[in-house]
């Protein structure tokens, strides 16, 4: 079992930067893909960045690429999402998931991850 905690978050104007942080822990000495999803209510869940703990092998998605980036904290098992020149549009609620391999799916694919977090809110707004 993992259990994963998410930190950060809160509400900023458009423009303005924010990070959110997902710490793992439990039965975590092997590999998986730690991904970053958001959801706003009533819309599906979208897959924002993936990062691989064996590699350090990093997915973005197109409609943060150049604006998120991903980076591993001082602990193996801390994966944070650095966020700039926030929009409206980003806000929601993010979810740390993580799913063990094989990783053969797509990994914006919400169904495929067996652990969440319980998620935490950015709010971008004027």
């Known amino acids: 079992q993992v259990r994963l905690v998410e930190s950060g978050g809160g509400s900023v104007q458009p423009g303005e930067s924010l990070s959110v942080s997902c710490v793992a822990s439990?039965?975590?000495?092997?590999?998986?893909?730690m991904t970053w999803f958001r959801q706003e209510p009533g819309k599906e869940r979208e897959g924002v960045a993936g990062?691989?703990?064996?590699?350090?092998?990093?997915l973005i998605a197109n409609s943060v690429l150049g604006r998120f980036t991903l980076s591993r904290g001082n602990g193996r098992n801390t994966v944070s999402l650095q966020m700039s020149k926030l929009r409206p549009e980003d806000s929601g609620m993010y979810y740390c998931?993580?799913?063990?391999?094989?990783?053969?799916?797509?990994?914006?694919?919400?169904?495929?991850?067996?652990?969440w977090g319980q998620g935490t809110q950015v709010t971008v707004s004027s």
């Open positions: 998931a993580a799913a063990s391999p094989p990783w053969n799916f797509p990994w914006d694919a919400p169904a495929h991850y067996a652990y």
């Open positions: 439990g039965s975590t000495t092997g590999n998986y893909l």
């Open positions: 990062f691989f703990t064996n590699t350090g092998g990093k």
